[in-house]
């Protein structure tokens, strides 16, 4: 089949993540370990300001402010949610810190996005929810996968119409992660590994590309002998999201060998979209352009880091005054859904519904 290169501009779909006006919002961050470090980096890089750090861990706070040129380091997060030179609060923990940080910020009203998940249970959840929007705060979840390239062309490819109406969305990941996470403190001895913290991510892109909230789902999981993490490290999960729409996540980090992968496709009724997870290019056939295979490739050097981008639509979303793409209040859908599937999980692999 012959193919085509195509610009996003060419299919008439958006060249880049949208970024804020201002470059001078003050942020301030509430943990500092290894996924916060990612996004000190895409911080910095786009040009915001990280002008506090909260961590009680004496050694974190000292490569806080290597990192970020911080000088206003705190061992306590109600400093650093009260001090008057932090506008936004990035809450950077493990989800097991969620709700008295978000009770503090809303007491202090100030705006704050949370690492996902956006909780434990869905009551902890809809708590938060509910004191954020009482105080009037701004209160979003950085889904960053939703920025990464393949994924953010995806989506707006697909709700351009151009593969027609979605019947199929899949993702399958083979990795490595019970090896090279096996001394991690959290995720080598969590119960939810897949479902909980890896499915927040991929539930969510489901919901993502096609628009639409599942109406129930299934999901199994099984672990290999010998293997290093608490929880199974292989899991199948089907979604139905009604509508003749279809989702379906198949993912192994349980490879002993570097023959990874992360394989994506949406099919519709007028063509596909095929991408890997975390790429700069897709491949796209739709009858609306003809017999051809569409290539659409972005420079990696040039396209922004995907931790830009739910911070930045935060902050574009306060300039704007309007709600966050990935508000808390929508990311309850992401949330119910990753929990059915832990109950399925739990229950043997029955349907559940959301």
Not at 212 to 220: G, H, I, P, Q, T
């Amino acid at each position: 089949m012959q193919e085509k290169t195509v610009t996003p501009q060419e299919l008439g779909i958006p060249e880049t993540i949208p970024l804020p006006k201002r470059t001078d919002w003050r942020i301030g961050m509430v943990g500092f370990g290894r996924i916060a470090q990612s996004h000190a980096n895409a911080y910095k890089a786009a040009g915001w300001q990280i002008v506090a750090v909260a961590d009680p861990d004496s050694a974190a706070r000292e490569r806080a402010k290597e990192m970020t040129g911080a000088e206003r380091l705190y061992e306590n997060y109600h400093e650093l949610v009260n001090d008057d030179e932090v506008e936004v609060v990035s809450l950077l923990t493990h989800p097991t810190l969620r709700e008295p940080v978000v009770a503090l910020a809303a007491e202090a009203g100030k705006p704050i996005q949370t690492e996902k998940p956006l909780g434990d249970n869905i009551d902890e959840c809809e708590r938060m929810v509910a004191v954020a929007e009482k105080a009037g705060i701004p209160f979003a979840v950085s889904q960053n996968r939703r920025w990464s390239a393949a994924n953010f062309f995806a989506h707006h490819i697909i709700g351009k119409g151009l593969i027609g109406k979605p019947f199929y969305a899949f993702i399958e990941i083979y990795g490595t992660q019970d090896v090279r996470l096996a001394d991690h403190s959290f995720y080598a001895t969590c119960t939810d590994f897949l479902t909980i913290q890896w499915n927040n991510h991929l539930a969510d892109l489901l919901r993502y590309w096609t628009g639409s909230d599942a109406k129930r789902v299934l999901a199994c999981s099984r672990r290999m002998t010998g293997q290093n993490f608490v929880s199974d490290n292989l899991l199948v999960s089907i979604a139905d999201f009604g509508d003749g729409l279809t989702g379906q996540i198949i993912h192994s980090e349980l490879l002993r060998s570097e023959l990874r992968s992360q394989r994506c496709r949406v099919d519709g009724d007028e063509g596909s979209v095929v991408f890997d997870l975390d790429s700069f290019s897709l491949q796209l056939q739709s009858k609306q352009l003809g017999e051809e295979t569409h290539v659409l490739r972005v420079g990696k050097e040039a396209y922004p880091s995907s931790f830009c981008g739910p911070m930045g639509d935060f902050l574009l979303s306060l300039e704007e005054k309007r709600e966050p793409l990935v508000s808390a209040r929508r990311n309850l859908a992401t949330m119910r859904h990753i929990l059915a599937e832990e109950e399925s999980v739990q229950g043997g692999g029955e349907w559940v519904a959301l």
